[in-house]
Nanobody, 119 residues
Framework: QVQLVESGGGLVQPGGSRRLSCAAS????????MGWYRQAPGKQREMVAIIASGNTNYANSVKGRFTISRDNADNTVSLQMNSLNPEDTAVYYCYATLQLRNGIPWSYWGRGTRVTVSS
């Protein structure tokens, strides 16, 4: 019914930048929250940044380096990542809480996009 498709992952050198994007499509009536989570090898999935009603929340580890933005018209969310370091290496997952056209609220995850920070 709903798909979240991420793009933008890849290999980046320490200190570099990368922009991730996620597009939501399908039987969507409205989207409440969109965000990004990540899971590094051997670690639990953690929140990176979320945006809802124009308000943003960031993990302490990315504050000042990452910026989340959203285009409500296109149902997309982006994550601009600057000053990347090896600790940012992870699979990044897009997340959304939304209301389906049948009125049921639900949440969805994308399949993830891998970001590797290495020289």
């Amino acid at each position: 019914q709903v798909q979240l498709v991420e793009s933008g992952g890849g290999l980046v050198q320490p200190g570099g930048s990368r922009r991730l994007s996620c597009a939501a499509s399908g039987s969507i009536l409205s989207i409440n929250t969109m965000g990004w989570y990540r899971q590094a090898p051997g670690k639990q999935r953690e929140m990176v940044a979320i945006i809802a009603s124009g308000n943003t929340n960031y993990a302490n580890s990315v504050k000042g380096r990452f910026t989340i933005s959203r285009d409500n018209a296109d149902n997309t969310v982006s994550l601009q990542m600057n000053s990347l370091n090896p600790e940012d290496t992870a699979v990044y997952y897009c997340y959304a809480t939304l209301q389906l056209r049948n009125g049921i609220p639900w949440s969805y995850w994308g399949r993830g996009t891998r970001v590797t920070v290495s020289s």
